[in-house]
């Protein structure tokens, strides 16, 4: 008797799931269709596959299951003069699936997921959707949306692909760097909403970055000359090695210089420096292989005071050339102070505009208090706890400012 | 292949462009007319009279009503248009890239009702 945990299924799911939806997709041409027949295939598989055992292929079971149900519900429906199966039938008769291995069809429904057409918090949503086989359920909740709104937001997104025509395919050459930004700026922002929750459950912002990883990693077998989609993966990996070092056990923030820097995950910071090497060997830079090599600078300091300081602003000046962004400047200033002391940064820090963002009085704080301007330093402690909203950030903030007095 | 409306936005109270300007956008959406033409895309075009010429007729209870000017919503009026077919999304993408370019002016694109296959 072959013996298949439930944990076996569950993990062919997070990592086919995206992949046969792809399929399905391009055979059916439509969304529903093979977001429904799919997950049919899956309900059966985990009917089955405790007895059975794993087929050799799960995905190409998954797939070729999946079609066939979508295939019989379709005549049966088409039978019964529904327009929209007939036309789904057709379109499966003049794009038949290959026999054999399958293809992999993730690029291009990537590139629908992100198309520039669709709002990035739709593209965010379609993306967790279609290719991470997240539901709708998991993603509003992820994101701290209403799951009513979020249901609507995918419906319209679907709707729209359908209506307005937006293609199934990889970009052409002219269109392609532009949209390839767009979709490694989803995955980043997947990747970020689980690092730097604004809010919410801590559980599931975990799975958010585990899933942006997963997905980079696809991009990255998908697409594997593009040193961009390698950068961003290096920067995840490497931000991601910090994960259980960055907060105490109460959920508390620890800066960087603080954190306990055995406790960072070796194994991410291997791959992640492994992959730097690799971007610099090739030596065609762009802003995510920069803040990696920013990223792969930390992870190679034994701490804060014995880091190549000189180095990261080097970086910074470099990604300040690419994103010429007053919050860039604000962290190139952060490293400043390391190089040159407080007062110069201060000088740099005053001269942005960013008095919305906590960040940019926090750091103002500190640096005021390096200079033992406390009075002003508690100011900028107060401006920034009037808009810092995550709980860990004021938290650390609010000690922050009692320690001024001490 | 699909059909989508390019439709061309005047903002009310921008500025109109110089005589001469109004000369090159004239040359530069000619030049596009004729690029849409020569690649099978076009189905048709053409730029509007200022809003102020339009009349809004409306039907009410049954009752045909008649107003002088543009339809009340919003701020912005269509200047212009094309009806172009293209495969996809993208390719409408495109014209309309090129479109506000020559036009200078902001273009929204909006697919037609897919007719019912014969």
């Not at chain 1, 088409?78 to 054999?100: C, T």
């Not at chain 1, 918090?121 to 290719?131: F, G, K, W, Y």
């Not at chain 1, 090599?293 to 000189?310: E, G, K, L, Q, Y």
Request: glycine letters at 6%; aromatic letters at 6%; a negative charge.
């Amino acid at each position: 008797m072959v013996q298949v945990p439930a944990s076996e299924i569950e993990r062919v799911f997070r990592e086919e799931y995206g992949r046969a939806v792809a399929v399905l997709i391009r055979a059916f041409g439509d969304i529903d269709i093979a977001e429904e027949a799919v997950q049919d295939a899956f309900t059966v598989a985990a009917r089955r596959w405790p007895d059975t055992g794993l087929p050799p292929s799960p995905a190409g079971w998954i797939i070729t299951t999946a079609k066939n149900r979508a295939i019989d519900r379709l005549r049966l429906e088409a039978s019964l003069q529904d327009r929209h199966a007939q036309a789904a039938l057709l379109h499966e008769r003049r794009e038949p699936l290959d026999e054999g291995p399958v293809k992999d069809e993730r690029l291009r429904l990537i590139f629908t997921c992100c198309h520039p057409a669709l709002a990035q918090s739709v593209q965010v949503a379609l993306t967790l959707r279609l290719l991470g086989g997240l539901t709708t359920t998991e993603i509003a909740r992820a994101f701290v949306v209403p799951e009513a709104t979020m249901a609507q937001r995918i419906v319209r997104a679907k709707n729209k692909i359908r209506d307005a025509g937006i293609p199934y395919r990889v970009p052409d050459l002219p269109d392609l760097a532009g949209r390839l930004r767009s979709a490694l700026a989803v995955l980043y922002l997947i990747f970020n909403e689980g690092h730097t929750a604004s809010s919410g459950d801590s559980l599931i912002r975990g799975d958010l970055c585990a899933e942006a990883i997963r997905l980079t990693r696809v991009l990255r077998e998908l697409m594997p000359g593009e040193p961009e989609v390698q950068g961003l993966l290096a920067l995840m990996l490497l931000t991601e090695s910090r994960r259980t070092s960055r907060t105490t056990s109460d959920g508390e923030m620890i800066l960087l210089a603080d954190q306990d820097r055995s406790r960072w995950d070796q194994a991410l910071i291997t791959e992640g420096q492994a992959i730097v090497r690799e971007c610099l060997r090739r030596n065609r830079a762009g802003p995510y292989q920069v803040q990696a090599a920013i990223n792969a600078v930390h992870s190679d300091a034994p701490s804060a005071a014995n880091t190549d300081w000189r180095q990261v602003v080097q970086l910074y000046d470099q990604l300040l050339a690419f994103s010429p962004t007053p919050v860039v400047a604000l962290n190139r200033a952060v490293a400043v102070a390391e190089v040159e002391g407080a007062a110069a940064a201060l000088a740099l820090v005053d001269a942005l505009e960013l008095s919305e963002y906590h960040l940019y009085h926090a750091i103002r704080a500190d640096l005021l208090s390096r200079l033992g301007r406390d009075a002003e330093a508690a100011q900028a402690y107060d401006a920034a706890l009037a808009v810092a909203t995550n709980s860990a950030e004021r938290t650390f903030l609010e000690r922050a400012r009692r320690s001024l007095h001490a | 292949m699909k059909q989508y409306l390019l439709s061309v936005y005047h903002v009310e109270g921008e500025p109109t462009p110089a005589p001469e300007a109004i000369q090159e956008i004239f040359k530069a959406v000619d030049a596009v007319n004729q690029e849409i033409r020569d690649a099978g895309a076009w189905v048709f075009a053409g730029g509007l009279y200022p809003h102020t010429s339009a009349t809004v007729v409306n039907a009410k209870n049954g009752e045909v009503l008649m107003t002088d000017g543009p339809f009340p919503e919003g701020k912005e009026h269509i200047g212009g248009f094309w009806v172009i077919q293209a495969k996809d999304l993208d390719e409408a993408l495109a014209w309309a890239s090129k479109a506000t370019l020559a036009c200078q002016g902001p273009v929204e694109v909006r697919p037609f009702e897919d007719e019912p296959e014969a």
